[in-house]
């Protein structure tokens, strides 16, 4: 048990301490005594209420493209005054500022109108500060999900603008004044980004209306956007009638810029380098067909990967077709031509006199028409020797062998090929003996 001079002090503190918390409920009481907080705090019905927003946008989680939905945690500050809520400080022993919740007191009903979930609330119903001149200072947080059209045109080196658009829905331009706040004399005219945007409610007092983590108010940067521009103006509504009051708007605009280094390492570059393979193939010799077209096929594939990818990124949308998505689809035709080239190579390749016959319609361009535009002169065919009839090459042939269109068609090789495949067969290499003995005989 507390004894000595201690008890006297402590008993001292609780009294003051009772007597400023019955301050503020005695204010209270006497302010909320027969006010409605569903009557607009006009005096006069011809009196328009100024209602001034800022925005101060914490963090832009994310953007997306699919849905066109743009996702921002913000916090919204109006200000308006409230003649209902006046009182003397001197009244009330020097108090300046009433924290009062925010259901017991009038408020503009100004929420999001583009949202894209159907929530028009704030997360979080905080208190208001009251002035003794009865100007209401709220500060709610929110978290919205806005409308935002994406134009993918120029995919990942695009830049998207969007906007959270706030309007009171009960309320006209007869009845209350949206307008941006001003600080020191100038229209804040953008987005408000700054680790100072809560210092007054700081210094208020008021702990329920600030961040936890306040020296940390920067906003947290997106890996994947970038914030360009941030402007902001009043709109009115322009479908109103001419003889009935339109709704004001306040737009907060966000232009932003994607950052690309992942879409160019992961997407970009791939893509080009595995499209430079398919010029490769050319290099290739007539004979390796098969290998020319696999590694087109190959080519062809991760192309079509490639593209999957991205179409899985955009929006749905034919009003606009990605750079990018015309660049792969550009690449999977000449691909296909690859493809198709090395199918036909392989083909002629193949081809000799036992399994194919030239039309006349291609001699004629290949071997007349075409020499000629080309400037070309084609050697005559030399006359064929007559061979010696004493020694007779083998099977009557005048290279000393036959050659079948059956073995040709079988082996799968052409007739030149074949030829330089048999050179070691008796019937020339007998016939190439005998006539260098007979040489150095008569030598």
Known sequence: ???????????????????????EERL????????????????????????????????????????EALTTNVWIEMQWCDYRLRWDPQDYEGLWVLRVPSTMVWRPDVVLENNVDGVFEVALYCNVLVSPDG??????????RSSCP???????????????VFQSQTYSTNEINLQLSQEDGQTIEWIFIDP??????LQLGDRRCTPCTHPGLLPTENGEWAIRHRPAKTLLDVAAPTEE????????????QRKPLFYVINIIAPCVLISSVAILIYFLPAKAGGQKCTVAINVLLAQTVF???????????????PLISKYLTFLLVVTILIVVNAVVVLNVSLRSPHTHSMARGVRKVFLRLLPQLLRMHIRPLAPVAVQDTQHPLQNGSPTGWSL????????????????????????LRKARSQGRARRCAAA
């Open 196 to 201: 100072e945007a809560f210092t007054a409610a």
């Open 135 to 144: 100007c209401v200072y709220w500060l709610p947080p929110a978290i919205f």
């Open 307 to 321: 593209l999957f990818l991205v179409a899985k990124k955009v929006p749905e949308t034919s009003q606009a077709v």
């Open 245 to 256: 009051a339109g709704h004001q708007k306040v737009v907060f605009y966000l232009l932003i």
């Open 28 to 67: 209270l009481g006497d302010l909320m005594h027969n006010y409605n907080p569903h009557l607009r705090p006009a005096e006069r019905d011809s009196d328009v209420v100024n209602v001034s927003l800022k925005l101060t946008l914490t963090n832009l989680i994310s953007l997306n493209e699919r849905e």
């Open 150 to 164: 994406v134009s993918v045109t120029y995919f990942p080196f695009d830049w998207q603008n969007c906007s959270l």
């Open 1 to 23: 048990m507390l004894k000595g001079p201690g008890l006297p002090l402590l008993l001292l503190a609780v009294c003051l301490g009772a007597e400023g918390r019955n301050q």
């Open 404 to 427: 079948t269109a059956g073995e040709e068609v079988v082996l799968g090789l052409p007739r030149s090929e074949l030829l330089f495949q048999q050179r070691q067969h008796n019937g």
